[in-house]
């Protein structure tokens, strides 16, 4: 864990929640054992989209659609989310709930594998939310700037895993090792890369937020 419980508690009793559908979503999604974004990552991801204001939004890993909706609420009008999905059930079900939700005209899902879909995409997109396969995420990570333009903004979920990510590979379990390396070099790529600011933040299982710079790092 990495946020005392008592002040995640305090956080949530704060939050007035994301709608009837979406808390029912969430909720649906939980007792089932479907990862869905903490409250308070949601929170913050729903601050970002609203301060960027982009044209277009980008998701990697729709699940069953449940912070694409929570992006729709606070994008602009004529903003489109592009998400996708590889587990055909999951797309399916996410397809329901943008139907239910009224959205289906404002958010298209893709169904496959990311890595070959954003080899697909034209973009730009100024938002992009990366939510998916987290060993995965340092291989797509060249295909995902590909997409962004100067100013946009990369929303990266469960970067630290719930806090493993400070154990050495050793101190995690075995079939974990691969993710956890992974990881691990994906957040090293996100601070050492020129053309990103990146700054990590220990909420939910953490997030990184990564802008992409107008011109290369200069130290002073």
């Not at 277009?56 to 998400?83: F, H, K, N």
């Not at 059930?89 to 959205?103: D, H, I, L, S, T």
Request: glycine fraction near 10%; aromatic fraction near 6%; charge should be neutral.
């Amino acid at each position: 864990m990495i946020m005392d419980e008592r002040i995640r508690s305090y956080i949530h009793s704060l939050e007035s929640g994301g709608g009837q559908l979406c808390d029912r979503i969430a909720g649906e999604a939980m007792e089932r054992d479907i990862p869905v974004i903490k409250k308070e990552t949601g929170a913050l991801l729903k601050t970002l989209v609203a301060a960027v204001r982009p044209g277009a939004i980008l998701e990697v890993g729709t699940a069953v659609g449940y912070s694409a909706l929570l992006m729709a609420q606070v994008m602009p009008a004529d903003c489109r989310i592009t998400t996708i999905e590889k587990y055909a059930p999951r797309a399916a079900e996410a397809r329901r709930n943008f139907k239910e939700a009224g959205e289906e005209e404002r958010i298209t899902l893709l169904e496959g594998d990311a890595e070959e879909i954003l080899g697909s995409l034209r973009g730009p997109y100024e938002f992009i939310f990366m939510d998916a396969a987290k060993g995965q995420y340092v291989r797509w990570l060249p295909g995902i700037l590909a997409l962004m333009p100067a100013g946009g903004v990369l929303f990266s979920d469960n970067v630290l895993q719930g806090g493993t990510i400070v154990q050495s590979r050793f101190g995690v379990e075995r079939r974990d090792r691969t993710i956890h390396s992974r990881m691990r070099e994906y957040l090293y790529t996100l601070k050492h890369t020129e053309e990103l600011e990146t700054a990590i933040v220990p909420i939910g299982d953490g997030a990184a937020v990564s802008v992409r710079r107008e011109t290369g790092r200069r130290l002073i």
